[in-house]
């Protein structure tokens, strides 16, 4: 009997430590890559949400709507692969972030003024997530590279379609 109970709590505690959300299947740069894009995508779909509260053109609009539709199921996406608390500093100094300033001059800016920072911001922000995406492009995990070179195309045609709308 006392075997018996033995091999249920090795068993147990095997699955235990396999878990059924288990990072095994990604290498610690996918780890890390998607520590570092969810708070990245985050506050692009803030920066959306300005968008659409404060800016009236149109196009503005419509780039805001396809962001946050992008990447709120990228967040859920990199979300499931497992525990991405690999000592986050939740995006500050990450490579296109915005800082607290150029943030708080978004959110008071409005009209024709809040569309320029908005694009250039964003512009800014894009280029960033294009590096990131770059580091895990050649991932030996499809399901992290596949998302790599969709954000990368993604991305590089918002960028196009957003210096479009800076010039007029």
């Known amino acids: 009997m006392r075997k018996f109970a033995l091999g249920i709590l090795m068993l147990f505690l095997t699955a235990c430590a396999t878990g059924s959300n288990s990072n095994s299947n990604y290498s610690s740069n996918d780890l890390m890559f998607a520590a570092m894009m969810v708070p990245h995508h985050e506050q692009a779909i803030a920066m959306s949400d300005l968008a659409l509260k404060n ?30 608390d690999m000592g986050s500093h939740g995006g500050h100094g990450m490579s296109g972030m915005l800082s607290d300033d150029e943030l708080k001059d978004l959110e008071s800016a409005t009209g024709g003024e809040f569309d320029q920072l908005f694009l250039a911001g964003m512009i800014k922000h894009h280029e960033g997530a294009i ?3 770059e580091m895990v492009i050649d991932s ?12 990368i195309k993604a991305q590089k045609a918002e960028i196009g379609k957003m210096k479009e709308l800076l010039k007029r």
């Open 55 to 84: 800016s009236s053109n149109s196009e503005v609009i419509a780039m805001a709507t396809a962001i946050k539709n992008a990447q709120a199921p990228e967040i859920e996406q990199m979300n499931s692969w497992g525990d991405l």
């Open 131 to 133: 590096e990131m995406a």
């Open 140 to 151: 030996q995990n499809t399901e992290v590279s596949t998302l790599a070179n969709s954000i």
